[in-house]
C-alpha cells in the first residue's frame, strides 16, 4: 500500500512530530501554530510539509514513510530486537502513545539502528513466503575468529555479487551490513546479513527546474540471511527462486562457516485443511483464553478438475449459524464439503480471546490459511500467534515437518 501523508499525519501525536522537526532542523512555515483545532491543525502541517524546500521535503517524506512502515505489528518487534539492550530507552518507549510515536521516537534515538529495524521487519515478513528457503547448517561449528571475519565477508560479498550477475546481470555494486539481534519467535540473539545489491537501470522522467529530462538511475533492492548459530540454522529472503537462495547458503556456510559441506533444505510446516471439511470442537486449553472458534471461509477446489473452485463464507459475527449447515442449506445433495474429491485449500477462522479487562470487549484475531503452508501468522500479535499456532496444530490443521 502506498505511503498515505495525511494518515500518518492524523495518528502521530503532535509532540512527537514537533520534535522529528527539532530533531531534523526543518522549520515549518513562519507563525506555524502548533495548538490549533486539529482539522486546521492538520491542514496546514500538510501543507508546510508540501511546502518544504525540496531537501527538507524529500527527507520528511523518506523518515515518515519508513515510521509508517515500523508502525505496524512486525515492524515494532523489529524495533524491540534492535534496542532490547537500551533499556532506560525501552522504557520510555512503551510510554508513549502509539506505534507512529515510538517509531519516530527510534529514529530519534539512533538512525543507524532504525535503518536495521526496517531490514528486520523485511526479513521476518517475507520469512516462510514465497521469497524464503531456510537451510539446516549445524549448531555454531566453525564460527570464524573476529580477526578473520572482516576477510570472510569480503569473500562473501563477492560470490553474492557473482550470483545476481549471472541471474540478470544486477550486483554491480553490493554492501552487506551484519548486526546481532533478538529473534521475535525465541529468546535469543541472532546473526542477520542484510544484503543491498544494485539493480539494473531503469529509465524515467523528472523535472529539471520546468523542464521534463530523461534519467537512468540504478534501484537497490534488498536481500537478507539470518544465522542462528544455537538452532544452526539460516534463512535466506531475496528474489530470483530457490537456487539462488540456496547458493547464498552455499557462499555463506563455505566463506562465513569454513565448510564445504552443502546446506541443507528446511522444510515447512504443512497446513492441512480437510479436517474442516466437517464441524469440528476446537478443544482448547483454558489457560489460552480463547473464547470461541469460528470457520467463516472456506475455499474448495476440485482435484479432478485443475480450474474448478468453490468458496462458501459466512459472515463474521453470526452466532446462530455455521459453516457446514449454510453449505447444506445452500447445495443440498451436492454440498462440495461431502464429496472426497474435493479439497480445502483455503480457509479463514475467527477466534475470540477472553477480554483482558473484566467487563471489557473481547479480543478477536482474524487467521487466513492457504495451502501448502501460507498464513498471516506472523502479522498478528506475538501474544495471540503463539497461542493460534499452538491450537492450529492441535486441531491437526497445521502439522510439523522435519528438515
Not at 95 to 121: C, D, G, I, P, Q
Not at 247 to 264: C, E, N, T
Request: proline share 4%; net charge positive.
Amino acid at each position: 500500500m502506498a505511503f498515505n501523508l495525511p494518515q500518518f499525519l492524523r495518528r502521530t501525536p503532535r509532540d512527537s512530530l514537533k520534535s522529528y522537526f527539532a530533531f531534523r532542523a526543518i522549520t515549518l512555515a513562519v507563525g506555524f501554530d502548533w495548538s490549533a483545532a486539529q482539522r486546521a491543525f492538520l491542514n496546514a502541517l500538510r501543507g508546510a510539509v508540501e511546502n518544504l524546500p525540496d531537501k527538507d521535503r524529500e527527507r520528511a517524506y523518506h523518515d515518515f514513510e519508513y515510521a509508517d512502515m515500523l508502525a505496524d505489528e512486525s515492524g515494532q518487534l523489529a524495533i524491540r530486537s534492535l534496542f532490547a539492550e537500551q533499556t532506560q530507552f525501552m522504557l520510555a518507549l512503551e510510554r508513549l502513545e502509539n506505534s507512529e510515536a515510538r517509531s519516530l521516537a527510534a529514529l530519534m534515538e539512533n538512525e543507524t539502528a532504525f535503518r536495521k529495524a526496517l531490514a528486520v521487519r523485511l526479513a521476518d515478513r517475507l520469512r516462510t513466503g514465497r521469497s524464503w528457503s531456510g537451510f539446516l547448517i549445524g549448531p555454531t561449528a566453525g564460527v570464524l575468529r573476529a580477526s578473520k571475519l572482516t576477510a570472510a565477508l569480503t569473500a562473501f560479498e563477492t560470490d553474492v555479487r557473482v550470483i545476481f550477475m549471472k541471474l540478470d546481470g544486477s550486483g554491480r555494486r553490493i554492501s552487506i551490513d551484519r548486526f546481532e539481534r533478538d529473534n521475535p519467535r525465541i529468546s535469543r540473539r541472532i546473526t542477520q546479513y542484510t544484503v543491498f545489491v544494485e539493480g539494473l537501470p531503469q529509465a524515467n522522467n523528472e523535472f529539471e527546474g520546468e523542464k521534463l529530462v530523461p534519467r537512468a538511475r540504478r534501484p537497490v533492492f534488498e536481500a537478507a540471511l539470518c544465522h542462528d548459530p544455537a538452532n544452526g540454522t539460516i534463512d535466506v529472503v531475496c528474489k530470483g527462486g530457490r537456487r539462488v537462495r540456496l547458493d547464498i547458503a552455499r557462499a555463506f556456510v563455505r566463506r562465513l562457516m569454513g565448510s564445504q559441506s552443502d546446506p541443507k533444505a528446511v522444510r515447512l510446516r504443512n497446513l492441512y485443511l480437510d479436517g474442516l471439511k466437517s464441524k469440528m470442537p476446537f478443544a482448547t486449553d483454558p489457560n489460552d483464553g480463547v473464547r470461541r472458534v469460528a470457520v467463516t471461509l472456506l475455499r474448495l477446489s476440485d482435484a479432478n478438475d485443475s480450474f474448478g473452485r468453490i468458496t462458501l463464507e459466512v459472515g463474521n459475527e453470526a452466532t446462530d449459524e455455521d459453516i457446514w449447515t449454510r453449505s447444506r442449506e445452500w447445495f443440498g445433495d451436492s454440498d462440495p464439503l461431502a464429496y472426497s474429491n474435493w479439497s480445502v485449500t483455503q480457509a479463514s477462522l475467527r477466534i475470540e480471546f477472553q477480554p483482558e479487562i473484566d467487563g471489557g470487549p473481547p479480543k478477536t484475531m482474524t487467521i487466513d490459511m492457504r495451502t501448502p503452508h501460507g498464513t498471516n501468522l506472523k502479522d498478528l500479535p506475538r501474544r495471540y500467534s503463539t497461542v493460534i499456532e499452538k491450537n492450529l496444530l492441535r486441531w491437526g490443521l497445521l502439522q510439523n515437518a522435519s528438515a
